[in-house]
């Protein structure tokens, strides 16, 4: 940590006088919310899956869940070193919603097929869909506010992503004591779709969302020289 803050402070400024001088913003971005609420569903996803996952791993009569979480980590990892370009190639939004439908789709596997077998391949889905949410979803934001608005929206998002590690043990703890960690999966799987479908953005932002970061960038520019 202390290495990170000295690179951090060696780097140079590259905010513009124009964005130092636009003044404070919104503590909450309210442009983000549909976003930050379609990231808060992956990871909430996640934080609940590792939360339960070493039991339910022991109740399908492994001996822990150390096998599950290394093809997990693996997955992730892969991904985003083979298809780092993707969230600069792909609309954002339609790479994040394929994200949470892969993540969906792996809770359910794991909830429904209910074998060691089932365990594995579906955390295997779910982590290629998970290695994707963030890099599309806060491409997804840099694409969507102005630059002097990045600062607010991305704390928005990290917000939502807090909530998402608290709340979703929670929240499939109170499911798993009702009903069983099967239905708790289950659930989380079932709610994903109408989160995804509040995070698209409006119709005429299409176009600008399917850009690269760095083109999306200087569209503020160049409005503010017209």
Not at 129 to 144: E, M
Not at 147 to 161: D, M, Q, V
């Amino acid at each position: 940590a202390m290495l990170a803050g000295v690179i951090g402070l060696s780097l140079p400024e590259t905010a513009s006088h124009e964005l130092a001088e636009a003044g404070p913003g919104s503590f909450i971005h309210r442009g983000a919310i549909g976003p930050s609420a379609g990231l808060f569903s992956g990871v909430a996803g996640m934080a609940g899956f590792f939360a339960f996952v070493t039991l339910y791993a022991r109740d399908l009569g492994m001996d822990g869940s150390r096998l599950v979480l290394l093809i997990f980590g693996l997955v992730v990892v892969s991904c985003r070193v083979l298809f780092a370009k993707l969230p600069d190639r792909v609309p954002p939004f339609r790479l994040a919603a394929a994200a949470l439908a892969m993540v969906a789709i792996g809770l359910t596997v794991v909830a429904v097929v209910g074998s060691v077998p089932g365990l594995i391949i579906g955390a295997a889905i779910m982590a290629a869909g998970v290695a994707f949410t963030t890099p599309a979803f806060f491409t997804a934001l840099i694409a969507r506010v102005q630059p002097n608005e990045r600062g607010a929206a991305f704390g928005t998002a990290s917000a939502f992503i807090d909530l998402a590690f608290g709340g979703g043990p929670m929240l499939l703890g109170v499911i798993a004591g009702a009903g069983g960690i099967p239905l708790a999966f289950g659930t989380l799987a079932g709610a994903r779709p109408s989160l995804r479908v509040e995070a698209r953005p409006p119709r005429q932002h299409d176009a600008a969302i399917g850009c690269t970061t760095r083109r999306a960038a200087r569209r503020p520019s160049r409005r503010s020289r017209q």
